[in-house]
Nanobody, 123 residues
Framework: QLVESGGGLVRPGGSLRLSCAAS????????IAWFRQVPGKEREGVSF????????YYADFVKGRFTTFRDNAKNTVDLQMHSLKPEDTAFYYCAATKFYAGEGWPRILYDYWGQGTQVTVSS
């Protein structure tokens, strides 16, 4: 089971750190993605941390602003978000899969999903 936390209301240009915590599974054995979705729009991939190839993939719209961190001691994978924009407002989810590497990560099947956390960027 995955549980996200850290969402909230932030002003444009501000920062938030989301956390994806796991119970019943060890995240260090999984490749972890962050997705986001706005009502009425398709879900879009934000980042994918692959332990399979050791790379972290980011969507173009967050490159240079968002960073994914893994903390194996806490069994969490965090998404640090800086320079937030109103268009970053969305429900953010984490998801876990195994043994995947490559640019197709937003379209593969994931084994576990969290329930999501709302991020609102507004002045």
């Amino acid at each position: 089971q995955l549980v996200e936390s850290g969402g909230g209301l932030v002003r444009p240009g501000g920062s938030l750190r989301l956390s994806c915590a796991a119970s019943g599974l060890s995240l260090d054995q999984y490749d972890i993605a962050w997705f986001r979705q706005v009502p009425g729009k398709e879900r879009e991939g934000v980042s994918f941390r692959s332990d399979t190839d050791g790379l972290t993939y980011y969507a173009d719209f967050v490159k240079g602003r968002f960073t994914t961190f893994r903390d194996n001691a806490k069994n969490t994978v965090d998404l640090q978000m800086h320079s937030l924009k109103p268009e970053d407002t969305a429900f953010y989810y984490c998801a876990a899969t195994k043994f995947y590497a490559g640019e197709g990560w937003p379209r593969i099947l994931y084994d576990y999903w969290g329930q999501g956390t709302q991020v609102t960027v507004s002045s």
